[in-house]
C-alpha cells in the first residue's frame, strides 16, 4: 500500500473541505469518464464558503504528449473543467468565453499534482476565475486566467 503525499492527506481531511461528487455526466464527460484509470482521474474539493476549489489530479498513458509526461491540450481540459467547476460551485451557472494558459514546466505522468482554482471576481453575467496546477511545495506546472460567462436568461443555460 502506497502512502499518499501529506499534502494529499491534508486536503481529504480538512473539515473545512467538502469533496464533490463526479458530475451527472461523467460518463460522456471527456475530464470525469475514465473508467480504465489510463486518462485523468480527478478529485475535487470546494471550501465552505464555495469560491475555492481544490483538486487531486493525475494523468494516465492516454493523457500523454511529450514521452513520460501530460499532453498540453489535456492539462488545458483539467483547468477548464476545474475553473468552470469552481464558479459553478460558487453559484454562477457558466460557459467558457476565454481562457489564457502558461504552461510553466511539464506535468509527469501517474504523478498526483494540486489543483487550485478561486473566483476573482464577478462583473454582472462575467465571472472570472484563476487556477494554478502545482506540486507541493513550488513547483507551479500551469497558471491560468478564465473569463466565463452566465447565459442570458432568455437563452437555455446548461
Request: hydrophobic share 40%; with cysteine; aromatic share 6%.
Amino acid at each position: 500500500m502506497t502512502i499518499p503525499p501529506a499534502w494529499i492527506s491534508a486536503i481529504e481531511t480538512d473539515p473545512t473541505l467538502q469533496r464533490l461528487p463526479a458530475p451527472p455526466n461523467r460518463e460522456r464527460n471527456w475530464v470525469h469518464a475514465n473508467p480504465d484509470g489510463r486518462r485523468l482521474d480527478i478529485r475535487y474539493f470546494v471550501d465552505t464558503s464555495g469560491q475555492r476549489l481544490l483538486g487531486i489530479a493525475s494523468f494516465g498513458a492516454d493523457a500523454e504528449g511529450p514521452p513520460g509526461f501530460a499532453h498540453g491540450g489535456a492539462i488545458a481540459s483539467l483547468i477548464d473543467d476545474a475553473m468552470g467547476t469552481t464558479a459553478w460551485t460558487a453559484g454562477h451557472r457558466v460557459v467558457t468565453l476565454n481562457m489564457s494558459v502558461n504552461m510553466r514546466a511539464f506535468v509527469p505522468l501517474h504523478v498526483p499534482v494540486r489543483v487550485e482554482c478561486a473566483v476573482a471576481s464577478v462583473d454582472g453575467r462575467k465571472v472570472h476565475v484563476t487556477c494554478r496546477v502545482l506540486s507541493p511545495p513550488d513547483t507551479v506546472h500551469a497558471d491560468a486566467t478564465g473569463l466565463f460567462l452566465q447565459p442570458a436568461p432568455s437563452r437555455s443555460a446548461p
